[in-house]
């Protein structure tokens, strides 16, 4: 089992910035790619970005690419999501997810969920 739990979210003014963090534990931190999804009111869950295990990848959504930057901390157990030049379409839950597989950065197959946390982009 692999517990994450996000922080960082908040209220921002479009064109903003803010960073976000997962913490992860209870398994091999760097055995695992991690993804960021988010999840608007009335919209399905989407992908936003993803590394994978060593950070040697990442992969992004065309709406965030250029803005979000994704990076991790193995030694912390931790995935960040920079958000610059945020926009009222960000606005949504963020999760941060963690699939046990090497070498991954894709959109899909992750077994493990934060509980999320709220970013709300003022415009």
């Known amino acids: 089992q692999v517990q994450l739990v996000e922080s960082g979210g908040g209220l921002v003014q479009a064109g903003g910035s803010l960073r976000l963090s997962c913490a992860a534990s209870g398994r091999i931190f760097s055995n695992y790619a991690m993804g960021w999804f988010r999840q608007a009111p009335g919209k399905d869950r989407e992908f936003v970005a993803a590394i994978s295990h060593n950070g040697g990848s990442t992969n992004y959504a065309d709406s965030v690419k250029g803005r979000f930057t994704i990076s991790r901390d193995n030694a912390k157990s931790t995935v960040y999501l920079q958000m610059n030049s945020l926009k009222a379409d960000d606005t949504a839950v963020y999760y941060c997810?963690?699939?046990?597989?090497?070498?991954?950065?894709?959109?899909?197959?992750?077994?493990?969920w934060g509980q999320g946390t709220q970013v709300t982009v003022s415009s």
């Open positions: 997810a963690a699939r046990n597989l090497l070498n991954y950065s894709g959109t899909r197959g992750y077994g493990y």
